[in-house]
C-alpha cells in the first residue's frame, strides 16, 4: 500500500487514471505493478490552454498520454498560419512514433484546452522496451492503431459527408455503446472542425443535425441523450 501510495504521489498518477491508461494499446492488459515500473519516472503535467509541450525539430525526448482536455499537434506554413495536424483527449497517446525513432518531433504540441497530461520520458522507456518483448510488440500495435486512424481519417474525408464524420468523432469521444454521455469539447470548435476536415459553419450546420439522434449542444459540452441511437447512425442503420 505505501509503495503505490508512493508512486503515485510522486508521478501525480490518481486511482482514476488507470482505467485511461488501460485504454492506450501500449499498456492495455498490463497489470499494476508491472505498468508502475513502466512509468517510474513519469510525471503527471497540468499545461494552461495555449502552452507548448514540444516544438517542431526539438529532440523527441518524451511521448505523452492525455488524461484530461485537449491537445493539439501543428505545424506552422511558410504564410505563418498554423496547420493543425491531429487533436487528442482523455485516452489517447502521442508522440510515441518520434520517441522509438529517437529523432526529433516532426511537429508542434500544445494544449488546446487546459490538459492534464502523463509526460513518459524516453529514455527509461527505451530501456525497459530492449528488455520486454511484450512491450516492444505493444509499442509496434500502438503505432500501428495511429498508421489505421490515418488511413481511417482518410477515407472519411473522401467517402462520408460532414454530418457522418462529425457523429463517428462523437461516438468514439462516448467511450461506450449505450446510455447517455456527456461530452468536452474545446472552446475553438474550429480545431474540430478542422481535424473532421470541415469548415467551422459546417461543424455547426452538422451538429445541429444531429439533434435529432439526440445530440444537443450545451455550450462547450455536447450531451447525447442515448449513445445506441448515434452508433446506429454512424453504422448506417438510420438518417438524419
Known amino acids: 500500500m505505501e509503495g503505490r501510495e508512493l508512486f503515485e504521489r510522486r508521478t501525480g498518477i490518481r486511482e482514476g487514471d488507470y ?7 501500449l499498456f492495455t492488459g498490463l497489470a499494476r505493478p508491472a505498468l508502475q515500473a513502466l512509468l517510474a519516472e513519469s510525471a503527471v503535467q497540468l499545461v494552461p490552454r495555449g502552452s507548448i509541450l514540444f516544438m517542431h525539430g526539438e529532440p523527441a525526448e ?13 505545424r506552422d506554413t511558410i504564410d505563418g498560419h498554423e496547420s493543425v495536424i ?48 511484450d512491450l516492444a ?30 457523429a463517428g468523432f462523437l461516438h468514439m469521444l462516448c467511450g461506450r455503446n449505450e446510455g447517455s454521455a456527456t461530452i468536452r469539447l474545446p472552446l475553438d470548435k474550429a480545431l474540430i472542425a478542422a481535424r473532421l476536415g470541415m469548415q467551422p459553419e459546417t461543424f455547426s450546420r452538422s451538429l445541429a443535425r444531429l439533434k435529432k439522434l439526440g445530440v444537443e449542444n450545451r455550450g462547450e459540452e455536447i450531451h447525447v441523450s442515448e449513445v445506441a441511437v448515434l452508433q446506429d447512425f454512424c453504422e448506417g442503420n438510420s438518417r438524419v
Not at 518524451?62 to 501543428?74: C, N, Q, Y
Request: charged content about 20%; overall charge positive.
Open 137 to 166: 510488440l505493444r509499442m509496434m500495435a500502438s503505432m500501428s492503431m495511429h498508421l489505421r486512424g490515418l488511413v481511417r481519417h482518410i477515407e472519411q474525408l473522401t467517402a462520408r459527408s460532414s454530418t457522418e464524420r462529425l
Open 19 to 25: 482505467a485511461t491508461l488501460a485504454r492506450v494499446p
Open 62 to 74: 518524451r511521448f505523452f498520454v492525455v488524461f484530461d482536455g485537449w491537445v493539439k499537434l501543428f
Open 86 to 133: 491531429a487533436v487528442f483527449s482523455r485516452g489517447e497517446s502521442f508522440a510515441e512514433a518520434a520517441v522509438f525513432e529517437e529523432g526529433v518531433y516532426p511537429v508542434s504540441a500544445a494544449a488546446a484546452e487546459e490538459a492534464r497530461v502523463l509526460s513518459i520520458p524516453a529514455r527509461h522507456f527505451m530501456i525497459q522496451l530492449r528488455t520486454d518483448s
